[in-house]
Structures are given as C-alpha cells and as structure tokens.
C-alpha cells in the first residue's frame, strides 16, 4: 500500500508512514524532519489516528516547502493557517505547544528561518 508524497503537488508515490517523497523529505530542514519524527506514532497510518500534535508540524512542514519558489505564498499561508488550528487544537486537548520544539532547536541555531513567517507571524 502506497499514498502521495504529501508536498503540495507532488504526486510521487511514498510508504503510508512516510510524509514526503525522498527529494521533499530532504529539502526539509532537519528541525521539522525531527519534529515529525517526535509526533509520529507507530501504525497512526494504519490507524488513520494520528495526532493534532503531529498534524500541526506536518502542515508546517507542507507550507514550508510551498514557499519556497517557484511555489505560491497563498499556498503556503493556507498550510500555515492549518497547521496553526491544528497547534491550537492540540493545546486545547492538553497535548502542549507542539511548536515548543521548534523554538528550543532554532534558539540553539541563530540563523533559522523565523517559525513565525509560517505561522502568519502569530505567536500563541
């Protein structure tokens, strides 16, 4: 069983438990690679189950590469804006900010592009 690589427009098919195809998981900073790994659990795939946490860094890993060219900022910024509900969602529920990793990490590497741009400049 496959299902398409989950980089806007991309239909190369990947392993369920996979998010992207080879080329977009490794134009994918290497932050968000972990962070994908931190909130992946084992058979959500399968499950169809995976968790608001994980959704979240998953939109944000989808409207990063969206942004960058020839990509569409109006693209990237509805990616954005899901991955900001589903953050929220997951704070709701009492999961934690599932963001909080990616600004530990980017205080540890000056430089980073700001999370901020990809979350419509709205920090919660």
Known sequence: MTHRC???????????????????????RKTLQNAIWNEYRAGQEDRKDPTSRY?????????????????SLAVATEYAEQAEAFRKRA????AGDPFEQL??????????????????????
Request: proline share 8%.
């Open 55 to 71: 959704l979240a860094i998953q939109r944000l890993c989808v409207s990063e590469l969206a942004h960058r060219p020839p990509g």
């Open 103 to 124: 600004d530990r990490r980017k205080r540890k590497n000056e430089g980073q592009l700001e999370l901020g741009l990809f979350v419509g400049g709205k920090r919660g």
């Open 6 to 28: 989950h980089a806007h427009g991309c239909l190369r098919d990947v392993p369920p438990r996979f998010l992207f195809c080879a080329p977009h998981w490794h134009a994918t």
């Open 91 to 94: 704070m709701e529920e009492g």
